[in-house]
Nanobody, 118 residues
């Protein structure tokens, strides 16, 4: 059984930074794609960043490119999302997910709330 647990969410002022972490446990392959998604109230869930297990390649949504950085530490079974220059539009529940394919997630965490406001 795979378990994903997010941490690091909170409230921050516009322009601030937060770093999210997702600890994975269970039968999860180091070759799995690991992703971060977010969902704001009244909006659809959006994939904001992913890191491939096989190649280590990363990808970002246009809305977060150059502000967010995703990284994984296979030795710790943990992925991170460094978020800089946050704006109120970044507010939402952030979810960690894993799957064999970066376009098709098999496992999800419970989420961590990020609120950006003055």
């Amino acid at each position: 059984q795979v378990r994903l647990v997010e941490s690091g969410g909170g409230s921050v002022q516009p322009g601030g930074s937060l770093k999210l972490a997702c600890a994975a446990s269970g039968d999860i392959l180091s070759s799995n794609c690991m992703s971060w998604f977010r969902q704001a109230p009244g909006k659809e869930r959006e994939q904001v960043a992913f890191v491939s297990g096989r190649s280590g390649g990363t990808g970002y949504a246009d809305s977060v490119k150059d502000r967010f950085t995703v990284a994984r530490d296979n030795a710790k079974n943990t992925i991170y999302l460094q978020m800089n220059s946050l704006t109120p539009e970044d507010t939402g529940m952030y979810y960690c997910a894993s799957g064999l394919d970066c376009l098709d997630m098999d496992y999800w965490g419970q989420g961590t709330q990020v609120t950006v406001s003055s």
